[in-house]
């Protein structure tokens, strides 16, 4: 079981990476990785919660490369991990949803984010 994103932008043709959605990149990160030490969808699978395995909180911490897979959804910024990133390969490719409010406020103006927001 294998997911991916590719987000590109359409004028240049580059790879749009999660680091380029906000002002503050390390700012966001902290807020991405916070979120998922907090969310049940991806701390369920742990054999003890209070205790998780720090390969598993490895592959949450406030790295760009954590956070590659990526795409606006109408409630948040839905994040995906890879198989084995931060559960057990059972769980398959965990999810979650940081809400915008907790990330609105370091959106880049004029970005592709920033153009979806508006939409909402």
């Given at each position: 079981q294998w997911i991916d994103y590719l987000n590109y932008d359409l004028e240049t043709g580059n790879l749009i990476s999660i680091?380029?959605?906000?002002?503050?990149a390390?700012?966001?990160l902290t807020r991405l990785s916070a979120a998922a030490a907090k969310a049940p969808e991806i701390t369920k699978w742990w054999d003890s919660p209070t205790q998780p395995d720090p390969a598993y909180t490895a592959g949450y911490a406030p790295k760009t490369a954590n956070f590659a897979m990526w795409a606006p959804t109408l409630t948040g910024l839905q994040i995906t991990f890879a198989a084995n990133?931060?559960?057990a390969a059972v769980a398959g490719t965990p999810s979650m949803v940081v809400p915008w409010s907790q990330l609105?406020?370091?959106?880049t103006p004029n970005s592709y984010l920033a153009w979806y927001l508006a939409k909402l």
């Open positions: 680091s380029d959605l906000f002002t503050n390390n700012v966001a990133q931060v559960q609105r406020d370091l959106v």
